[in-house]
């Protein structure tokens, strides 16, 4: 955003308060459009999966997404000082900020960030947590037992950290400090959203969420065994 911003801007641009502002900005469709296919994504890449809780994490992660975009975050000061939204002279305001409000509309904004953040971090536990050898998969069909409590402790470890990265990026958007010119808002969400990048595509790599069994390797399985040679109608073989 802050490069697209550079890039059709002719004034001095400046890292805005949070991700959410740059709804307000000139890189406001690129803001929407990302946003609506991430939650697009999200809320269906499970859907063959609705069992599971996988599928319902990721599709409230979806909808509260989606929520940012369509109920959006109040206005810059120098929008909000041309009137509130409704009015005629309101400059930057959405259909939805001039039927609901725009403090309103902010509102429900924020709780749909907070559900978003949450989603995020329980997905990466959830990640983790597909590292776990569950009961079903201690006794192998060969008879023999596998051995430890994960499948991949490097992975387990790692995704839960960044759960918990996550978590502690979505506090520090609230009561954390400011950095220079980044305000705690902006830091936390960057944070957040990059965190579970790196959880997301860690997972997708490894091909480890959701929690499947994971097959039996330890019994080699027999080759091919050629049947019969077929005879022609002569009764010689090929």
Known sequence: FII???AFSKGVVQVRGSLSAYSHSQMQDAFVGGLCVIG?????????EPKSWDFWVSLLAGIAVLGVVFFPTSRPPDQASSGVCGSPKAIGCSAVESTLGEHRTA??????????IICLAIM???FGLAEVVTDNDLSMSSGQRKQGRFWNPVLFWTHSAL?????AAGAWAFWGAQ???????YIGEVAAVWAFGISWLLAGFYLTAPHRSKPDTSKPVPPDI????????AGEPH
Do not use: Q, R, W
């Open 4 to 6: 697209g911003e550079e």
């Open 40 to 48: 697009l994504m999200l809320a269906t890449y499970m859907a063959g």
């Open 107 to 116: 509102l429900i904004h924020a709780a749909c960030a907070v559900v978003f």
């Open 124 to 126: 990466s536990f959830l």
């Open 163 to 167: 759960a918990l990265v996550i978590l």
């Open 179 to 185: 950095l220079g010119n980044l305000k705690p808002l």
């Open 226 to 233: 050629p049947g019969p040679s077929a005879t022609t109608d």
